[in-house]
Every structure is written in structure tokens, then in C-alpha cells.
């Protein structure tokens, strides 16, 4: 059996203190952070994604964060072979590696055994123009067609990731659910998460969209209009962002952003739920609870070796 630090994964929904706790974790283990949320991957981006401020940190150092300009697309895979090599880093330095963020993907390509298919530029922008002349809906019926586990696993709105699995059947030949991962870590893991009432994370949600705004979302997002954000289809898009680029286009007002805001974080909150409620692996804490750090590291140590 390998003596080597597992890896410490912290998942859940949005708004459920994983930050917070990661850090607390990697401070107690001696470990370092990786974070997994695709939006925190830009400089700049801080408000919105709710980005723990250096000084907040506790010394302990992040990776997979501010990476990224905002003119530059974020890619699964290109993540995938930074992260995979910082937690290498990480680990054959004799450190624990503590993997956090809620976007499952994202996490799941860190730690797990996953396949990123190829791209191809030019498929993608062709099934993209078809996506805008003739409506997502079209091309989710063409996916249903030829591969209805791909399909069942997509959001029908999300228009990005349809067209992404269509580009794979196109590029590969194979159905894209073939290329989608399984629970199967790709070095010793342990997964812990963070889960509250649905009443409570609701309340907490709409509480941080204000705050957000009020901190003054809109500006940062003006500041980051001048660095090129509307270049890149992953920034701009990002929740709060989309938001507060509505307020500077004059095509709603703050309240109007703030409630569209608070309203698809809650439908985020309900898709992270399912990604991550349905993964065995994952111990789940209430991070309400009295003695919460305590509880994650009775857990997490014997995994951890440390």
C-alpha cells in the first residue's frame, strides 16, 4: 500500500462554506488548496464567484486560481492536465492535496479516471451556428436520437454542452456518453461534502446575491468589460456576470439582476445536488454543525495517512 497523502475532496452546492472548510483542512493536514470552479479559474472574477480574498487564506497556499484572462476560453481538459500535475506536485512533496469547488466536472477530472474527447474548432462552430438559426431545442432532439444517455444527463438548455457531445459523435464516431466519467479515483481519494436543508441554502443564496451586488458586482464587471470579458463565451456567461452585464446594457435594472440572479443560482444549487448527491463515495456533513473541522478530520485522517 502507497504511504503517499491521499487526496482530500470537498464538493457540494453553492453558498455551503466549501471554501472556508477546505482551507481549514489543508491548514490542520498541512496541505494546499486546488481549487475546481470553472469561474474561479479568472483573474478578476472575485466578487461574483465569491473568491476567499488572499488575506483570508490562513497561509495556505491555492492553485487553480486567477489563472486564467478573461479573453481565454476555460477547457475541461486544459484544467485537467494543470490540476492532475499540481496535486502530483502537491502530493510528492508530502503534502496533502485538498480538491474543492462545485463544479462536478471539474472535480471529477482532477480526481477520477476521465476521458476528454478531442475538438475540432470547426464542428463546433458549425453545430454552434445551427444552435443560434434554429434554436437548442433542435439539435437536443438530434442528440436524444443518437445518444439518449448523453442526452439524459443534459441540462435541455444547456446549449454548450449539447453541442459538445455532438461534436465528439461527430469527431470520434462513439456515443459521448461512452466518454463520461465513473467513480473511479485515479489515485487514493477521499470525498467529503457539505449539505443543508433546501429552505436554508435558499436563504443563503439570495443573501449572498445581494451582498454581491452591494459589494459592487456590477463595477468589477465593468472593469473587467474593459479587459475583454464579452471576448470569452465561458466569462461572460458566468453566473452574476451575465447579470451585471444586463444592468450595464441598460436591459435590466439591479433589483431585476439581483432576483435573475439568486433565481439560477437556486436551479445550479439543485443540479450540484444531483451531481454530487449521487456519487456513494462522498461523506456528507451539515456545516452547521458544532465542531465541524473535527468531525471532516476524525474522517479524513485515516484516508489521509497524516
Same mark, same amino acid.
Given at each position: 500500500?502507497?504511504?503517499? /497523502?491521499?487526496?482530500v ?18 491548514r ?6 486546488v ?9 478578476? @472574477?472575485?466578487i461574483?464567484?465569491?473568491?476567499? %480574498? ?11 486560481? &486567477? ?49 476528454? %474527447?478531442?475538438?475540432? %474548432? ?25 445518444? /439518449? ?5 443534459? *441540462?435541455?438548455?444547456?446549449?454548450? $454542452?449539447?453541442?459538445?457531445a ?13 466518454t @463520461? /466519467? ?5 489515485? /487514493? ?12 441554502? &435558499? ?8 451582498? @454581491? ?14 479587459q475583454?470579458?464579452?471576448?470569452? %463565451? ?14 450595464? &446594457?441598460? *436591459? ?22 444531483? !451531481?454530487?448527491?449521487a456519487?456513494?463515495?462522498?461523506? !456528507? ?15 479524513? $485522517? ?5
Open positions: 500500500m502507497s504511504t503517499d /497523502p491521499c487526496v475532496g470537498v464538493v457540494g452546492a453553492t453558498a455551503t462554506g466549501k471554501s472556508a472548510l477546505a482551507i481549514d483542512l489543508a490542520r493536514l498541512g496541505g494546499e488548496v481549487g475546481a470552479d470553472a469561474s474561479q479559474l479568472y483573474r478578476g @472574477m472575485d461574483g464567484t465569491a473568491k476567499v %480574498p488572499m488575506s483570508e487564506r490562513g497561509g495556505v497556499q491555492h492553485h487553480q486560481i &486567477d489563472v486564467l484572462h478573461v479573453t481565454e476560453e476555460a477547457s475541461v481538459a486544459a484544467y485537467q492536465r494543470a490540476a492532475r500535475a499540481d496535486i502530483d506536485a502537491i502530493r510528492g512533496r508530502g503534502s496533502v492535496a485538498v480538491v474543492a469547488g462545485g463544479s462536478g466536472l471539474y472535480v471529477r477530472a482532477a480526481i477520477d479516471r476521465l476521458e476528454i %474527447p478531442p475538438t475540432d %474548432p470547426a464542428v463546433r462552430a458549425e453545430l454552434q451556428a445551427r444552435a443560434d438559426a434554429e434554436g437548442t431545442a433542435v439539435l437536443r432532439a438530434e442528440l436524444e436520437r443518437v445518444d /439518449p444517455a448523453a442526452a439524459a444527463a443534459i *441540462e435541455p438548455n444547456n446549449t454548450r $454542452r449539447i453541442v459538445r455532438l461534436e465528439v459523435i461527430a469527431i470520434t464516431g462513439r456515443p459521448f456518453s461512452a @463520461m /466519467p465513473r467513480r473511479d479515483f485515479l489515485r /487514493p481519494s477521499v470525498l467529503v461534502g457539505l449539505r443543508l436543508p433546501r429552505h436554508v441554502l &435558499d436563504e443563503r443564496i439570495d443573501g449572498r446575491t445581494r451582498r @454581491m451586488f452591494a459589494e459592487g458586482l456590477v463595477e468589477e464587471t465593468r472593469a473587467l468589460v474593459e475583454g470579458l464579452r471576448q470569452d %463565451p465561458t466569462a461572460r456567461r458566468a453566473l452574476g456576470y451575465a447579470q451585471a452585464l444586463e444592468v450595464i &446594457d441598460g *436591459e435590466a435594472t439591479l433589483e431585476q439582476a439581483v432576483t435573475d440572479t439568486a433565481t439560477r443560482t437556486r436551479r445550479l444549487v439543485r443540479r450540484q445536488e444531483s !451531481w454530487f448527491g456519487d456513494p463515495r462522498v461523506t !456528507w456533513f451539515d456545516p452547521r454543525t458544532e465542531g465541524l473541522v473535527e468531525l471532516v478530520l476524525e474522517h479524513v $485522517r485515516p484516508a489521509a495517512r497524516v
